[in-house]
């Protein structure tokens, strides 16, 4: 959130298993890229909210999922892409790091895509007019716009498939007391 704590659908939920096993958790909050990165040194033991993709699967240990998510494409209200499915000549702005930016790069040749710090920079850059679209989780950009009283900014472009989120874990046996996540 905007004090640098963190919140959400799966920090609560983590806290909850957390409350029961007895575990106490060490939040810290950074840029996405970053939140991987030290996961991979193994710096941090879970990261709550992630999408398993290919790549991810070969560096990481997943939980089952527990939440499905769509992603969509978000714009100001006056954008109208009706006739240009394919998006071309548009800009995108989407997190560093995102899951899905590969998928992006293959099934919309002609979108460029704008690498951003984190989802309120890319709500940022299509306030500017310096990016056309924002891609993104429904809920984390819905929660976003409303957090921040944003109403110009509409859902344009649903991507046919959900997402499952779920935790990625260590390979490790013994059950820890202290645990450390992004």
């Known amino acids: 959130n905007a004090q640098g704590e963190h919140v959400g659908f799966a920090h609560d939920y983590l806290q909850l298993?957390?409350?029961?096993?007895?575990?106490?958790?060490n939040f810290s909050v950074s840029r996405w890229d970053q939140a991987l990165e030290r996961t991979k040194l193994q710096?941090?033991?879970?990261?709550?909210?992630?999408?398993?993709n290919e790549k991810r699967?070969?560096?990481?240990?997943?939980?089952?999922?527990?939440?499905?998510?769509?992603?969509?494409?978000?714009?100001?209200?006056?954008?109208?892409?009706?006739?240009?499915?394919?998006?071309?000549?548009?800009?995108?702005?989407?997190v560093s790091s995102h899951a899905a930016e590969p998928l992006l790069?293959?099934?919309?040749?002609?979108l460029d895509i704008v690498n951003t710090n984190n989802l309120a920079d890319a709500v940022r850059l299509v306030l500017e007019n310096k990016v056309?679209?924002?891609?993104?989780?429904?809920t984390?950009?819905?929660?976003?716009?409303?957090s921040d009283g944003t109403l110009n900014?509409?859902?344009?472009?649903?991507?046919?498939?959900?997402n499952a989120f779920a935790f990625k874990v260590d390979d490790i046996e013994e059950r820890h007391s202290h645990v450390n996540f992004e």
């Open 17 to 25: 298993i957390a409350n029961k096993l007895g575990l106490k958790l």
């Open 43 to 52: 710096e941090n033991h879970l990261l709550p909210a992630i999408y398993q």
């Open 57 to 94: 699967a070969s560096d990481f240990l997943f939980t089952k999922e527990y939440f499905r998510s769509f992603d969509y494409f978000f714009a100001k209200t006056n954008l109208d892409i009706t006739n240009n499915p394919q998006l071309e000549g548009l800009k995108v702005a989407i």
């Open 105 to 110: 790069a293959s099934t919309y040749p002609d």
């Open 132 to 138: 056309d679209l924002i891609y993104d989780s429904f």
């Open 140 to 146: 984390a950009v819905q929660y976003l716009l409303f």
């Open 153 to 162: 900014i509409k859902a344009v472009k649903p991507i046919d498939d959900a």
